[in-house]
C-alpha cells in the first residue's frame, strides 16, 4: 500500500514550531511528507533559525497525490499569499476536498485561496478581521473542523491540530 502524502507549505520566516511538530507527527503517523515551496531545492529560514530545504515547487505539486496540505504559521503565509502557484495549490486543494489544515497565521492563505466565505475558521487573533471580512465566521478555539477545513490559533494549539488533520486523513481516506 502506497503511503499518504502530505504537503508541508514552505517559505521564509515560518514559525518553526509549526512546521516541526506537525512535519515529524505526520512522519510519526505513517505519512510521506514532502515540503513544497515557491522553488524546489531551496533552504529556507524559520523565525528562529530552523531551515528547511524544500522537495518540490509549487509548480511540480500535484494535488493528486496528496490527502492535506498543511500551512504553518509565522510571516511565511503572508509571503506565500503573494505567490499565484502557491495560492492556487491551496484553491485546488480545497476544490479537489483534499485536507487543508492551516495554524496561526495559515489562514491568510485561505483568505487569498477564496475558499473560506460562510466556513467557520479559527488562526491567530490578528488576522481575525482578516477571516471575518472574507466571510469566514472567527471562532476562538484551538481547532475549527468544517468540513475539509482544519484551523488552529498558534502553537499551544499545535496537538489538537495535528490530531485533528491525522483523524480527517483516516475519515477522507476511509470513505475512498
Same mark, same amino acid.
Given at each position: 500500500?502506497?503511503?499518504?502524502? #502530505?504537503?508541508?507549505?514552505?517559505? *521564509?520566516?515560518?514559525?518553526?514550531? @509549526?512546521?516541526?511538530? +506537525?512535519?515529524?507527527?505526520?512522519?510519526?503517523?505513517?505519512? =510521506?511528507?514532502?515540503?513544497?515551496?515557491? @522553488?524546489?531545492?531551496?533552504?529556507?529560514?524559520?523565525?528562529?533559525?530552523?531551515?528547511?530545504?524544500?522537495? &518540490?515547487?509549487?509548480?511540480?505539486?500535484?494535488?493528486? %497525490?496528496?490527502? $492535506?496540505? #498543511? &500551512?504553518?504559521?509565522?510571516?511565511? +503565509?503572508?509571503?506565500?499569499? !503573494? =505567490?499565484?502557484?502557491?495560492?492556487?495549490?491551496?484553491?485546488?486543494?480545497?476544490? %479537489?476536498?483534499?485536507? #487543508?489544515?492551516?495554524?496561526?497565521?495559515? /489562514?491568510?492563505?485561505?483568505?487569498?485561496?477564496?475558499?473560506?466565505?460562510?466556513?467557520?475558521?479559527?488562526?491567530?487573533?490578528?488576522?481575525?478581521?482578516?477571516?471575518? =471580512?472574507?466571510?469566514?465566521?472567527?471562532?476562538?478555539?484551538? #481547532?475549527?473542523?468544517?468540513?475539509?477545513?482544519?484551523?488552529? !490559533?498558534? /502553537?499551544? *494549539?499545535? +496537538?489538537?491540530?495535528?490530531?485533528?488533520?491525522? @483523524?480527517?486523513? %483516516?475519515?477522507?481516506? $476511509?470513505?475512498?
Amino acid at each position: 500500500m502506497k503511503k499518504k502524502v #502530505v504537503y508541508m507549505l514552505i517559505e *521564509d520566516l515560518f514559525e518553526d514550531t @509549526e512546521v516541526v511538530y +506537525p512535519y515529524y507527527r505526520m512522519l510519526e503517523a505513517g505519512y =510521506n511528507m514532502i515540503t513544497v515551496g515557491p @522553488e524546489m531545492g531551496k533552504e529556507y529560514k524559520g523565525k528562529y533559525g530552523l531551515t528547511m530545504i524544500t522537495d &518540490i515547487s509549487g509548480a511540480e505539486a500535484r494535488i493528486d %497525490e496528496a490527502a $492535506a496540505v #498543511v &500551512i504553518p504559521g509565522g510571516y511565511a +503565509p503572508d509571503r506565500l499569499r !503573494r =505567490n499565484k502557484i502557491m495560492v492556487g495549490l491551496v484553491k485546488k486543494a480545497h476544490k %479537489e476536498c483534499k485536507i #487543508v489544515a492551516a495554524i496561526c497565521h495559515g /489562514p491568510w492563505m485561505l483568505v487569498e485561496a477564496d475558499i473560506i466565505k460562510g466556513k467557520k475558521v479559527t488562526g491567530f487573533f490578528s488576522i481575525s478581521t482578516d477571516l471575518k =471580512n472574507a466571510g469566514a465566521d472567527y471562532l476562538d478555539r484551538e #481547532v475549527v473542523v468544517d468540513e475539509n477545513l482544519i484551523t488552529s !490559533r498558534g /502553537p499551544k *494549539d499545535l +496537538p489538537i491540530f495535528c490530531k485533528s488533520i491525522i @483523524e480527517m486523513i %483516516e475519515a477522507y481516506s $476511509a470513505k475512498s
